[in-house]
């Protein structure tokens, strides 16, 4: 059916046809018609950060910035749904156009800067949802929090969102919001780090369970500097750490409609930068953290190459919208002989 829709989605702008694929499977759900849709495969549950997690693939951070069509994702047989980036307070993000396909390269450019309706009413969201499974939140500082204070603004956010979250992840390397990836290197990490986890031991005692901390991390790192994140996240304790984020490198597309645009490019061209971090990611953390891998997923040996690398989950964000819901049981059914 997606084979069918895609070409006349990408007719329309891309964020118009985002919208409108949301809205299309919110009524989808309502109409009890989300299985014909994406048809589920058995998974393989997978213990990762103290959850069980029914299947190893999740949808990824940024799909439903507000939590807004969290069962309607469900219900395309997803392990587990990450939701955000939100912030303290409600922001529109950069002016439009920011999104941009590139569909000779299977790539997706952004530049929407954390434009979403707040960490209240993403909260309100997530309390009218039905679903019970795992729910990841993605926290970010608003575009005029100075960075001096960025860490204000996450523990702001992690605060609201602890009562209802299954983790919580930590967006600290977008390419969208000025100077926000000053905060994935040395003393400014370890600083930010500590008040996260002093701030989850909190609230941990406050609602009487643990909820995981995972830090996202973007692909454009070098050796050294993906060694020291990976120290400081052993150091401080992290639950876990999500790879990567979009990048800001432009090999390969350059030529293309759209290739020069600013933000971040996802899809196909990123999967083997992705699957580079994580693989030094793995080595460095020798299993001390768990990884999540995402980054140019567009297919069933994509999601395994991140596994093999290190990874112990997988998320989906443009593969879903090159490959429609199919991708999703793909990917589980794929996994279920590749996880640990």
Do not use: W
């Not at 799909?63 to 392990?79: H, P, Q, S, T, V």
């Not at 939100?86 to 954390?114: E, Y």
């Not at 992840?169 to 990490?189: E, M, Y």
């Not at 395994?304 to 290190?310: C, F, M, N, T, V």
Request: aromatic share 4%.
């Amino acid at each position: 059916m997606y084979t069918l829709l895609r070409p006349l989605l990408f007719r329309l702008d891309a964020e118009t046809a985002h919208h409108l694929t949301l809205s299309s499977l919110q009524a989808a759900y309502r109409l009890g018609l989300s299985r014909l849709i994406a048809p589920h495969a058995s998974g393989k549950p997978v213990a990762c950060m103290g959850i069980t997690f029914p299947n190893a693939v999740g949808l990824a951070a940024g799909l439903d910035k507000n939590g807004a069509y969290i069962d309607a994702f469900a219900a395309l047989g997803f392990g587990f749904i990450e939701i955000g980036t939100v912030t303290p307070r409600p922001q529109p993000g950069n002016p439009k156009p920011r999104l941009f396909r590139l569909p000779q390269a299977q790539a997706i450019i952004n530049r929407m800067g954390f434009n979403n309706d707040g960490v209240d009413a993403l909260t309100a969201n997530v309390r009218a949802a039905k679903f019970r499974g795992v729910l990841g939140i993605n926290i970010g500082k608003n575009f005029d929090t100075p960075i001096a204070r960025a860490a204000d603004d996450y523990l702001s956010c992690l605060q609201a969102v602890y009562p209802h979250a299954s983790y919580v992840a930590v967006n600290i390397s977008s390419p969208n919001t000025k100077n926000l990836r000053d905060l994935q290197s040395g003393a400014a990490l370890s600083d930010l780090l500590g008040k996260l986890k002093a701030g989850q031991t909190r609230l941990a005692e406050q609602h009487g369970r643990h909820v995981p901390l995972a830090v996202k991390i973007a692909p454009d790192l070098d050796d050294a500097q993906i060694a020291e994140i990976a120290r400081l996240l052993r150091e401080h304790h992290l639950d876990g750490v999500i790879a990567t984020n979009t990048t800001l490198a432009r090999r390969g597309v350059e030529h293309l409609p759209h290739g020069n645009q600013a933000g971040g490019l996802s899809g196909a061209p990123v999967r083997d930068a992705a699957s580079r971090v994580i693989s030094k990611l793995a080595t460095a953390l020798a299993g001390e953290v768990p990884i999540i891998g995402v980054g140019g997923i567009l297919s069933a040996a994509d999601a395994r190459e991140k596994i093999i690398a290190g990874a112990s989950l997988v998320q989906l964000y443009s593969g879903l919208i090159y490959r429609g819901p199919a991708l999703v049981s793909e990917c589980v059914q794929a996994l279920c002989g590749a996880i640990r």
